[in-house]
Every structure is written in C-alpha cells, then in structure tokens.
C-alpha cells in the first residue's frame, strides 16, 4: 500500500510498500515518476508547475524530493524545475540511494517528502487521471525466469514506420540534390 499526506496542500509525504520486491534485488535505478496536467497558461495548475514559478518567485529554488518524512535540505535526493511548454509535464525524482537502503533495511522505509503536493494522488479513482498518479519505477539487475526466448516478443508493438527500410535518394537519383 502505497500512503501519502499532504496536510492543507502543504509539503507532501509519500511512502511506497516495497514489500514485494525481494531484499537481494540488484538495484540499477529508482525513480519517483508523476505527471502533471497543465491545461492552459492561465490555469492554476500551470502557475503552480510552470516556468513562471520559477521565473517570477526569486526564492523558488525547485521541486525538490527528500530522504525522510520532513523536508531537510541535508537530505535531499533530487532537484526538478518547470518546463516552459504548456501541455502535460512527466517529473521523474532519482531516489535510488533510498530505495537501495530500504530493500536492505524495510524498517528504515520512511518515505520521501516533497516540498510540493501533488497534482494527483495516489488513491485517486478519477478513471481520467489514472495516468497522472505517482509510481515508484525501479530499474534492477539479474535474471529474469518470466523472459521469453530469444526470437520471441510478447505483448511488444512495433511502428510499421520504424521499420520502413530508409532509402537515400542521391543513390537512386544521382542528380538529385537533397539541399
């Protein structure tokens, strides 16, 4: 079970139940992932997560996701900061170090804290924003017993365009300059 507080809108916690992944996992990477909807330049959303933020508050200093369930600045683990396109924004925070430390020790899990909250959250049943909700991606080493045989691609879609043999026109049309 995935648990988050974000008393008032305040600065959030978040704490992932990292019970099925296996203690002697390797561990290449973690990542705490969510998307942000933004809507138009005028909405409050784009305010809150836009280049402007960053722009137009000399203190902002960045999202920022920390080690603990209190923001510490000695304790954290990734800096993110607006993107200046409107539309949907994915944040991707490296917590690898963290997540390393709790596979080796669960009791240490304390979860992350943000000094933001999130746009989305992680019980939302909005099947609408269901693509929004935070994740923990976590990227490990070793084998896997569920791959399929070499040859084989399960469950894989492939862009017809991808695999459109490339041609160079110069080679079919010598006196054609592609400039």
């Known amino acids: ?26 561990v290449v990477r973690a990542h705490f ?21 960053w722009t137009q508050e000399k203190e902002f200093a960045g999202f920022k996701v920390f080690r603990g369930p209190t923001p510490d600045e000695a304790k954290v683990l ?7 396109q409107p539309g949907a924004w994915r944040f991707e925070f490296d917590v690898t170090g963290a997540v390393k430390d709790w596979l080796k020790d669960p009791a240490a899990n304390d979860g992350l804290s943000m000094n933001f909250a999130l746009q989305t ?3 939302d049943k909005a099947p609408k924003k269901a693509w929004m909700k935070p ?16 040859g084989h691609r399960l469950g894989l879609h492939e862009s017809p365009d991808l695999l459109r043999p490339q041609v160079d026109v110069r080679r079919e049309d010598p006196d054609h300059d592609p400039r």
């Open 1 to 26: 079970m995935t648990t988050y507080a974000a008393p008032g809108g305040k600065p959030a916690t978040i704490k992932f139940d990292l019970s099925k992944v296996p203690g002697n996992t390797q």
């Open 33 to 53: 992932c969510f998307w942000v909807f933004a809507g138009g330049q005028s909405d409050r959303t784009y305010r809150t997560w836009g280049f402007n933020r």
């Open 78 to 84: 990734d800096v993110k900061f607006p993107f200046q």
């Open 121 to 123: 959250l992680p019980t």
């Open 135 to 150: 994740y923990l991606q976590i990227t490990y080493a070793g084998e896997n017993k569920d791959r399929p045989p070499d």
